[in-house]
């Protein structure tokens, strides 16, 4: 089992819909929570940023963590084309030396006008 | 501005050949990472560096080798021995201090077999 799985999709909606995107993780000692987005051929870009349960709020995204169930939530609020990328979820290692992150697989949004 | 430049955008190896990848950060950050990006594996660190003339293994460091001379450079280099090369190869820098500091990336040099 990966440490942090996520549905490669591609997750289709149409322009204005929410977009809802998930991670599950095993480690039980996660602490904090990131998500990045990743448009064709660049490098990700750092989108949220969670440490513990609850929920966060940055203009359209909302970043959830809900640590009893280890799942961890993006949700985009009124969907452009140009929220088309993949995201990922990550997370930092506990305890690991050098700040190591384990990510999961993407998952690929289409949002189409 | 600042941030992390990586070179060429495209590479391109025959067999046998030894190429290394550039990364540049004025970001003044202590650490910095490479990591490969698969289709649907997510990204897979290779190498890390936490400060000048020092560096450690990731999780898939066979076939790859690294220098730390300077605070703003982490070329990577990939040898002959990788034997499945064709990736897209991130570099990533963060500040140090305590394991929950986010890394920033660069944009990435794709690699191919030629």
């Known amino acids: 089992q990966k440490e942090v799985e996520q549905d490669p999709g591609p997750l289709s909606v149409p322009e204005g819909a929410i977009v809802s995107l998930n991670c599950t993780y095993s480690n039980s000692a996660f602490q904090y929570f990131m998500w990045y987005r990743q448009y064709s051929r660049k490098g990700p870009e750092l989108l949220m940023y969670?440490?513990?349960?609850g929920n966060k709020e940055d203009g359209r995204f909302t970043a959830q963590v809900d640590k009893s169930s280890k799942y961890i939530s993006l949700f985009i609020r009124d969907s452009q084309p140009s929220d088309s990328a993949t995201y990922l979820c990550?997370?930092?290692?506990?305890?690991?030396?050098?700040?190591?992150?384990?990510f999961g697989g993407g998952t690929r949004v289409l949002v189409k006008p | 501005d600042g941030g992390i430049t990586q070179s060429p955008k495209y590479l391109f190896r025959k067999e046998g050949q030894n190429v290394t990848l550039s990364c540049e950060q004025n970001?003044?950050?202590?650490?910095m990472y490479w990591y490969r990006q698969d289709p649907g594996q997510g990204l897979r660190l290779i190498y890390y560096s936490q400060i000048v003339n020092d560096f450690q293994k990731g999780d898939i460091a066979e076939g790859y080798s690294v220098s730390r001379e300077k605070k703003e450079s982490f070329p990577l280099t990939v040898t002959s021995a990788q034997k499945n090369p064709t990736a897209f190869y991130l570099c990533?820098?963060?500040?140090?201090?305590?394991?929950?500091?986010?890394?920033?990336f660069g944009d990435g040099t794709r690699l191919s077999i030629l």
């Open positions: 969670t440490y513990s349960s």
């Open positions: 990533a820098s963060s500040i140090l201090g305590g394991n929950q500091q986010p890394q920033h």
């Open positions: 990550a997370t930092p290692a506990p305890g690991a030396a050098g700040n190591k992150l384990t």
């Open positions: 970001l003044n950050h202590d650490a």
